[in-house]
Every structure is written in structure tokens, then in C-alpha cells.
């Protein structure tokens, strides 16, 4: 796994043995950064689900301000860490070892991201309710865009997340969906 450009270009980064972590597949994180490539730069990042945090450092490679990873596996941390001092993008990096309920709790009102890249485990289909959390938590910058990954699709159907973000685009790569929302603020819904 490699960064695909910018300050760390080229330089690969270490993932999770087994199963447990499922790394985003080099073709469709190409498409995700094509889809916001002008909109990185200055902004703060929030990886959620972080796993070897390659989503996040490749946002601070393209010129991102700061990126908060938060992962709930203590090697999952570690491996951020060391990818981050390799990629020489640690000083932009805040890695968190905790559960991503317990993060939106204790960031709520004192944390707000321009960025937020959400890939948790499939079976657990917990987008729907990450979402929902992230928005009622007031984490998110007005604008922000919320990049989900999941293989069902269709997330922009739910009622939750109807009711909190709209569709900025959904595509299909393989058996991998990605879907990039950004919050409808209180003057939309009025």
C-alpha cells in the first residue's frame, strides 16, 4: 500500500495482518481522491475506523491541515503512528486509541471537521447510526464531506441520513460503495 501523491508520494505504508482490518482497495481510494482533490488543502481530517490510517495520511499528503485517527485497536494505533512517522506527517497527526462512540462523546463541541472518512467493519452496518452520531454531535464544519465506504449502497436512503446530509455522489467500484454526503445546515432545512 503507497501514497498515491504529494509531500509523501510513493512512500508505502504498513497494514494489519489477518482479517480484522480490511484496507481500502488502491482503485477506489484513486477515485475517492479524485473526487476531492480540491478540497483537501488546509482542512482538517477526521479518520474514523482509522485502521493503518492510509485514508487520512493521504489527505495530509495533499496539503490537509490536521488529521485526528481513531481506531479502537491498540495495534491499529501503533501502525498509524509508525506509518505517520515514516510518511514524516506526524506532527499533523493526532492517532486516538479508543471505540468511535467514545471519541464522537468526548470531541462533541470542541472538535469540528472539514473532512470525515468513515470505513467500519461491513457486517456491522454501522454507517447509518455513525453518521447520524456525527452530525448530532456537531462535529462537522459547514460544508463538510463525509466519505463512507460499505458494500450495500443506498445509504443516502436511510432515514437518518436523509434527514441530516445530502448527496454529494455515490458510486460503485467492485463490490465496494462509496458515498460522499455533506450536512444540510438549518437554513436548508427551513
Not at 462523546?105 to 468513515?118: E, M, Y
Request: glycine letters at 6%; one cysteine or more; proline letters at 3%.
Amino acid at each position: 500500500m503507497r501514497i498515491i501523491t504529494g509531500t509523501a508520494r510513493g512512500m508505502s505504508i504498513t497494514t494489519l495482518e489477518g482479517e480484522a482490518t480490511r484496507p481500502t482497495l488502491a482503485k477506489v481510494k484513486e477515485a475517492l481522491f479524485s473526487a476531492i482533490q480540491f478540497d483537501i488543502e488546509g482542512r482538517r481530517v477526521l479518520d474514523l475506523f482509522a485502521g493503518s490510517g492510509q485514508l487520512g495520511l493521504e489527505a495530509l499528503s495533499r496539503g490537509a491541515e490536521k488529521a485526528t485517527f481513531v481506531d479502537s485497536s491498540k495495534e491499529a494505533t501503533t501502525i498509524i503512528t509508525a506509518n505517520a512517522q515514516k510518511t514524516h506527517l506526524y506532527q499533523k497527526s493526532n492517532v486516538l486509541c479508543m471505540d468511535w462512540k467514545q471519541y464522537i462523546k468526548s470531541a462533541a463541541g470542541r472538535s469540528k471537521f472539514d473532512i470525515v472518512f468513515l470505513d467500519p467493519p461491513y457486517p456491522m452496518n454501522l454507517l447509518p447510526k455513525v453518521t447520524a452520531e456525527l452530525y448530532d454531535a456537531d462535529l462537522l464544519a459547514d460544508g463538510a464531506l463525509v466519505i463512507c465506504e460499505d458494500e450495500k449502497g443506498g445509504l443516502h436512503n436511510d432515514v437518518a441520513v436523509e434527514a441530516r446530509y445530502e448527496l454529494k455522489k455515490e458510486a460503485r467500484y467492485g463490490r465496494v460503495y462509496l458515498t460522499i454526503l455533506t450536512p444540510i445546515t438549518e437554513e436548508e432545512e427551513a
